[in-house]
């Protein structure tokens, strides 16, 4: 996964409070996308974005949650106001520009673990 | 509704042994992709199959893809500890973003 840099590892957080997790692509990729892993539960998708761009957001949810992918910087995976069942894994990946229907491989960060207590 | 259904969702073997894990789905793929996943990891790429039919070995692991590129299998020769992990399998359709199974999880004991 060496690229693929996301951070904080760990966050703990406060009902009400917000969270702000950082992801920066591998060198040269240009797409991120963020999924969110609970317990027994696979990867979920939740936002595409490319450069100053959201591609598809189809798996966020409608309040709370936001991404932004700016021109300069890392991709930033906001959760305004967190519950306790907002406590899961958050990955960001990264792909290449030229994303093809023949295989849209996807390179992982390592995580972000948020816990809300 | 479970796009992907991977099977066994666990399996504990011993070091040595054979196995097979399996994805599955009612819908078609243009490409399926097997990842490995260890405690507070991230997933892991270890092959990504685009042609039905396709076979593709990494050491002792080998990956078909079904002629109808519906679904997918991992065999594992000759297991060991260091292959304990959460196996992932993830398919695109299209244009689309990766849709991913629960996962199997394995355990190789020595």
């Known amino acids: 996964n060496a690229g693929v840099m996301q951070n904080p590892r760990h966050l703990v957080r406060r009902r009400g409070q917000e969270a702000r997790l950082r992801c920066s692509p591998m060198k040269g990729h240009s797409h991120v996308y963020w999924y969110r892993q609970l317990p027994e539960e696979g990867l979920k998708f939740m936002v595409y974005l490319q450069k100053e761009n959201i591609i598809d957001e189809s798996g966020m949810p409608k309040e709370r949650f936001s991404a932004e992918f700016p021109k300069e910087g890392p991709s930033i995976l906001r959760i305004q106001q967190v519950v306790r069942g907002d406590s899961a894994a958050y990955f960001c990946a990264s792909s290449p520009p030229g994303a093809s229907s023949s295989g849209n491989t996807i390179y992982f960060g390592e995580g972000s673990w948020l816990t809300v207590v | 509704t479970q796009l992907l259904e991977q099977s066994p969702q666990f399996l504990s073997i011993q070091e040595g042994e054979n196995l097979t894990v399996y994805c599955n789905s009612s819908s078609v793929f243009s490409s399926l992709q097997w990842y490995r996943q260890e405690p507070g990891e991230g997933p892991v790429l270890l092959v990504t199959v685009v042609t039905g039919g396709e076979v593709k070995k990494l050491k002792r692991l080998t990956f078909q893809f079904g002629d109808a590129r519906k679904d997918s299998s991992l065999h594992i020769t000759a297991a060991q500890p260091g292959d304990t992990g959460l196996y992932l399998c993830?398919?695109?359709?299209?244009?689309?973003?990766?849709?991913f199974g629960k996962g199997t999880m394995l355990l190789v004991s020595p």
């Open positions: 993830a398919g695109t359709r299209g244009y689309s973003t990766l849709t």
